[in-house]
Protein backbone atom coordinates (compact mmCIF):
# COMPACT_ATOMS: atom_id res chain seq x y z
CA UNK A 1 0.00 0.00 0.00
CA UNK A 2 1.03 3.84 -1.15
CA UNK A 3 1.61 4.92 2.52
CA UNK A 4 3.36 8.45 3.12
CA UNK A 5 5.37 8.66 6.30
CA UNK A 6 7.26 12.03 6.74
CA UNK A 7 9.81 12.41 9.15
CA UNK A 8 11.17 15.84 9.74
CA UNK A 9 13.85 17.12 11.82
CA UNK A 10 13.34 20.59 14.47
CA UNK A 11 16.44 19.67 16.05
CA UNK A 12 19.45 18.21 15.41
CA UNK A 13 19.94 14.68 15.65
CA UNK A 14 23.47 12.35 14.80
CA UNK A 15 22.33 9.35 13.29
CA UNK A 16 19.47 10.84 11.48
CA UNK A 17 19.03 8.65 8.58
CA UNK A 18 18.72 5.84 11.22
CA UNK A 19 16.12 7.28 13.18
CA UNK A 20 14.45 8.53 9.93
CA UNK A 21 14.60 4.49 8.79
CA UNK A 22 13.35 2.97 12.03
CA UNK A 23 10.78 5.52 13.00
CA UNK A 24 9.60 4.48 9.40
CA UNK A 25 10.09 0.99 9.83
CA UNK A 26 7.74 1.09 12.75
CA UNK A 27 5.60 3.43 11.90
CA UNK A 28 4.94 1.50 8.50
CA UNK A 29 4.62 -1.64 10.70
CA UNK A 30 1.77 -0.16 11.95
CA UNK A 31 -0.28 0.72 9.36
CA UNK A 32 0.37 -3.31 7.45
CA UNK A 33 -0.93 -4.84 10.73
CA UNK A 34 -3.53 -2.32 11.38
CA UNK A 35 -5.00 -3.09 7.66
CA UNK A 36 -4.84 0.35 6.51
CA UNK A 37 -5.80 -0.33 3.38
CA UNK A 38 -6.01 3.00 2.00
CA UNK A 39 -3.43 5.46 1.18
CA UNK A 40 -2.51 7.37 4.67
CA UNK A 41 0.05 9.75 5.57
CA UNK A 42 1.47 10.66 9.02
CA UNK A 43 3.56 13.85 9.25
CA UNK A 44 6.50 12.85 12.52
CA UNK A 45 8.19 15.45 13.78
CA UNK A 46 11.71 14.90 15.70
CA UNK A 47 11.86 17.85 17.79
CA UNK A 48 13.80 18.58 21.37
CA UNK A 49 12.59 18.62 25.19
CA UNK A 50 11.75 22.17 25.07
CA UNK A 51 9.98 21.88 22.72
CA UNK A 52 7.45 19.00 23.32
CA UNK A 53 7.44 20.74 26.87
CA UNK A 54 5.75 23.64 25.15
CA UNK A 55 3.31 21.51 22.76
CA UNK A 56 2.61 18.88 25.79
CA UNK A 57 1.53 22.35 28.13
CA UNK A 58 -0.11 24.13 25.13
CA UNK A 59 -2.43 20.84 23.88
CA UNK A 60 -2.53 18.56 27.00
CA UNK A 61 -2.24 21.18 29.69
CA UNK A 62 0.86 19.58 31.09
CA UNK A 63 3.59 21.59 31.73
CA UNK A 64 6.08 18.74 31.85
CA UNK A 65 8.71 17.41 29.11
CA UNK A 66 7.14 14.33 27.51
CA UNK A 67 7.94 11.55 25.46
CA UNK A 68 5.92 11.48 22.03
CA UNK A 69 2.50 13.52 21.18
CA UNK A 70 0.12 12.26 18.88
CA UNK A 71 -2.09 15.23 16.98
CA UNK A 72 -4.86 12.57 15.62
CA UNK A 73 -7.11 13.64 12.34
CA UNK A 74 -9.91 11.62 12.19
CA UNK A 75 -11.82 9.26 14.98
CA UNK A 76 -10.84 6.15 14.98
CA UNK A 77 -11.96 3.35 17.69
CA UNK A 78 -9.53 0.76 17.90
CA UNK A 79 -8.22 0.63 14.62
CA UNK A 80 -11.72 1.19 12.78
CA UNK A 81 -12.54 4.65 11.10
CA UNK A 82 -15.85 6.13 13.06
CA UNK A 83 -16.39 9.16 10.22
CA UNK A 84 -15.54 9.16 6.54
CA UNK A 85 -11.99 9.84 5.42
CA UNK A 86 -11.08 12.18 2.77
CA UNK A 87 -7.67 12.23 0.78
CA UNK A 88 -5.73 14.96 0.62
CA UNK A 89 -6.17 16.15 -3.09
CA UNK A 90 -2.66 17.19 -3.36
CA UNK A 91 -1.19 13.58 -2.49
CA UNK A 92 -3.80 11.34 -2.85
CA UNK A 93 -3.62 10.10 0.74
CA UNK A 94 -5.59 10.37 3.89
CA UNK A 95 -3.91 12.24 6.31
CA UNK A 96 -4.02 10.39 9.46
CA UNK A 97 -2.21 12.96 11.98
CA UNK A 98 0.61 14.60 13.06
CA UNK A 99 3.73 13.05 15.82
CA UNK A 100 5.88 14.70 17.64
CA UNK A 101 8.85 12.73 19.17
CA UNK A 102 11.64 13.61 22.04
CA UNK A 103 14.98 11.85 21.15
CA UNK A 104 16.35 12.90 24.27
CA UNK A 105 13.20 11.66 26.51
CA UNK A 106 13.51 8.21 24.27
CA UNK A 107 17.35 8.38 25.22
CA UNK A 108 16.75 8.73 29.11
CA UNK A 109 13.69 6.20 29.13
CA UNK A 110 15.53 3.37 27.14
CA UNK A 111 18.72 4.24 29.58
CA UNK A 112 15.89 4.10 32.69
CA UNK A 113 14.14 1.12 31.58
CA UNK A 114 17.56 -0.97 30.65
CA UNK A 115 16.09 -1.73 26.58
CA UNK A 116 18.15 1.22 25.10
CA UNK A 117 17.18 3.85 22.52
CA UNK A 118 16.21 1.82 19.40
CA UNK A 119 13.78 0.21 21.34
CA UNK A 120 12.53 2.91 22.77
CA UNK A 121 12.33 5.11 19.75
CA UNK A 122 10.33 2.13 18.26
CA UNK A 123 7.83 1.38 20.93
CA UNK A 124 7.19 5.27 21.27
CA UNK A 125 6.54 5.17 17.31
CA UNK A 126 4.60 2.11 17.51
CA UNK A 127 2.53 3.99 20.43
CA UNK A 128 1.88 6.89 18.84
CA UNK A 129 0.74 5.28 15.52
CA UNK A 130 -1.85 3.19 17.06
CA UNK A 131 -2.85 6.72 18.91
CA UNK A 132 -3.39 7.79 15.31
CA UNK A 133 -5.63 4.80 14.99
CA UNK A 134 -8.12 5.24 18.14
CA UNK A 135 -6.41 3.71 20.33
CA UNK A 136 -5.91 4.57 23.75
CA UNK A 137 -5.22 4.39 27.40
CA UNK A 138 -6.85 6.92 29.27
CA UNK A 139 -8.32 4.19 31.82
CA UNK A 140 -6.16 1.22 33.58
CA UNK A 141 -9.06 -0.97 32.47
CA UNK A 142 -9.96 -2.66 29.04
CA UNK A 143 -8.61 -0.22 26.66
CA UNK A 144 -5.41 0.22 28.22
CA UNK A 145 -5.02 -3.72 28.09
CA UNK A 146 -6.02 -3.45 24.49
CA UNK A 147 -3.80 -0.99 23.77
CA UNK A 148 -0.31 -2.72 25.36
CA UNK A 149 -1.72 -6.06 23.76
CA UNK A 150 -1.54 -4.46 20.40
CA UNK A 151 1.77 -2.65 21.38
CA UNK A 152 3.74 -6.08 21.95
CA UNK A 153 1.92 -7.85 19.62
CA UNK A 154 3.26 -5.30 16.53
CA UNK A 155 6.26 -5.03 18.24
CA UNK A 156 7.07 -8.48 18.26
CA UNK A 157 7.42 -8.58 14.61
CA UNK A 158 9.52 -5.38 14.60
Known amino acids: MNHQIRIGFS ?3 ENEDEVRALVEKCARNVLSRE ?3 FPAEIDI ?3 DADTIREMNAEYRSKDSVTDVLSFPMYEFYNGEPREEL ?3 PDTGCVMLGD ?3 SLERCAQQGEEFGHGFDREVSYLTV ?3 LHLLGYDHVDEGEMKKQMRTREKEIMGDI
Open 127 to 129: HSV
Open 11 to 13: TEV
Open 99 to 101: MMI
Open 45 to 47: TVV
Open 35 to 37: NVD
Open 86 to 88: DEE
